[in-house]
């Protein structure tokens, strides 16, 4: 994970390599150079911002479930006040011939 710091430093970062780009005194192989740091800083930041999404779609998920559990759970004691300690009826299999 990156820091705040980072983050602000790759998003500054191809700015600056696209004015050396542009900067007619910067040689050819400086400005190949340059974009490939710029490329590299896009493709990190988009690492970052997909793991952001996939912490924040886990943590909304768990949440989610949790809140189901407990719903479950507060539903079942609450049915008949003993429904946790009675046993659950058993489906039999059905068998073809």
Avoid: D
Avoid at 6 to 14: A, R, Y
């Amino acid at each position: 994970m990156l820091t705040e710091t980072e983050v602000k430093h790759l998003e500054e970062l191809p700015e600056e390599m696209i004015k050396e780009i542009e900067n007619t005194a910067t040689s050819a192989e400086a400005a190949v150079v340059y974009g490939k740091v710029g490329r590299a800083c896009s493709r990190a930041l988009a690492q970052e911002a997909g793991r952001n999404a996939l912490r924040t779609a886990r943590t909304s998920n768990t949440t989610k479930f949790q809140s189901a559990r407990q719903t479950r759970l507060q539903a079942r004691k609450g049915g008949n006040g003993s429904a946790a300690s009675q046993p659950q009826p058993q489906v039999s299999p059905l068998i073809y011939s």
